[in-house]
């Protein structure tokens, strides 16, 4: 009788444990030495977007602040009173009204004949209607459309009659329509520079354009949300805004809190407003502050 012996290849069940066994070890000595390289990553591409989202607001307030007209940008609280200084956490806004665009007048100081030109009246109601000199010919348009408001030398609150922001009739703000040709030529829809007491008009012979939908800006930073507000009133100007988040989150991550002080005359004509902008990642407790200060231009 022939006798056949066969071998089975494999592993055994002991063997399959220690394969398991050792890989579980080296899988366990190689997360010891690349988590905390991994932590540390993650960690840098926080700080790197909370640092990003946070300079990114404080360029689009510096770009706003650097266009606001002369003599409009303070603080208001809670309340919408005007305040100084704006505490970390507390509720506060910076408004202003932001200008779009200016130009110069004529005006009869210039030497021009009002006989024949359209000269602005700072004595006359009737008279709307004045040329804008310095643009050549059609093809050279200012940057001025219908509805949009014109102001004259504005001094700001507490200096009535000129103060746009102002609610009574004697005021330096009015709507206006534009009309083509050489030059171009503004019409009023009321001319309350003739309505002034006493009547005020630019030394330079300026105005500054203010655009129909923008209006006053106001930056509000509360419940952990910066938000820019545009198209408020002039007069109560916590109404008729349009909100949109700038930084933070109300309902996630990050949130942004400010501390902001504002000097309107720190040098003679020149205001310095001051924002820091802190954006805390809260599960993590990650969070980046910026400073920044601002030039504001309140030569009228």
């Given at each position: 009788?022939?006798?056949?012996?066969?071998?089975?290849?494999?592993?055994?069940?002991?063997?399959?444990?220690?394969?398991?066994?050792?890989?579980?070890?080296?899988?366990?000595?190689?997360?010891?030495?690349?988590?905390?390289?991994?932590?540390?990553?993650?960690?840098?591409?926080?700080?790197?977007?909370?640092?990003?989202?946070?300079?990114?607001?404080?360029?689009?307030?510096?770009?706003?602040?650097?266009?606001?007209?002369?003599?409009?940008?303070?603080?208001?609280?809670?309340?919408?009173?005007?305040?100084?200084?704006?505490?970390?956490?507390?509720?506060?806004?910076?408004?202003?009204?932001?200008?779009?665009?200016?130009?110069?007048?004529?005006?009869?100081?210039?030497?021009?004949?009002?006989?024949?030109?359209?000269?602005?009246?700072?004595?006359?109601?009737?008279?709307?209607?004045?040329?804008?000199?310095?643009?050549?010919?059609?093809?050279?348009?200012?940057?001025?459309?219908?509805?949009?408001?014109?102001?004259?030398?504005?001094?700001?609150?507490?200096?009535?009659?000129?103060?746009?922001?102002?609610?009574?009739?004697?005021?330096?703000?009015?709507?206006?329509?534009?009309?083509?040709?050489?030059?171009?030529?503004?019409?009023?829809?009321?001319?309350?520079?003739?309505?002034?007491?006493?009547?005020?008009?630019?030394?330079?012979?300026?105005?500054?354009?203010?655009?129909?939908?923008e209006k006053v800006v106001r930056y509000g930073c509360?419940?952990?949300?910066?938000?820019?507000?545009?198209?408020?009133?002039?007069?109560?100007?916590?109404?008729?805004?349009?909100?949109?988040?700038?930084?933070?989150?109300?309902?996630?991550?990050?949130?942004?809190?400010?501390?902001?002080?504002?000097?309107?005359?720190?040098?003679?004509?020149?205001?310095?407003?001051?924002?820091?902008?802190?954006?805390?990642?809260?599960?993590?407790?990650?969070?980046?502050?910026?400073?920044?200060?601002?030039?504001?231009?309140?030569?009228?």
């Amino acid at each position: 009788m022939t006798h056949r012996h066969y071998s089975s290849a494999g592993f055994t069940l002991i063997e399959m444990i220690m394969v398991i066994v050792i890989t579980g070890i080296l899988a366990g000595m190689v997360a010891v030495f690349i988590t905390k390289p991994v932590e540390g990553y993650v960690d840098s591409v926080r700080r790197a977007e909370l640092t990003d989202a946070a300079d990114v607001a404080l360029r689009r307030i510096t770009r706003d602040v650097r266009l606001a007209l002369p003599n409009s940008l303070r603080l208001k609280d809670a309340a919408n009173n005007t305040v100084a200084t704006c505490a970390a956490g507390a509720e506060c806004y910076v408004e202003f009204i932001i200008t779009k665009s200016g130009g110069r007048y004529r005006d009869p100081t210039d030497g021009s004949n009002c006989a024949t030109a359209k000269c602005i009246s700072f004595t006359d109601t009737s008279t709307k209607t004045f040329d804008i000199l310095g643009k050549s010919s059609p093809d050279d348009p200012p940057n001025i459309a219908n509805g949009d408001f014109i102001v004259i030398y504005n001094l700001g609150p507490g200096y009535a009659p000129a103060d746009a922001y102002s609610a009574t009739a004697q005021k330096n703000i009015t709507t206006v329509t534009v009309a083509a040709g050489t030059p171009y030529t503004v019409t009023m829809g009321t001319n309350v520079f003739a309505s002034q007491i006493p009547p005020l008009s630019s030394p330079s012979a300026r105005f500054q354009v203010v655009g129909a939908a923008e209006k006053v800006v106001r930056y509000g930073c509360t419940g952990g949300v910066l938000t820019r507000y545009s198209g408020c009133d002039f007069v109560n100007t916590e109404t008729g805004c349009t909100g949109a988040a700038l930084a933070g989150s109300a309902a996630a991550e990050p949130k942004a809190s400010c501390t902001i002080e504002y000097q309107p005359n720190a040098t003679g004509r020149n205001g310095l407003i001051y924002i820091q902008l802190k954006l805390t990642d809260t599960p993590s407790g990650e969070s980046v502050t910026l400073f920044q200060q601002i030039h504001v231009d309140n030569s009228p």
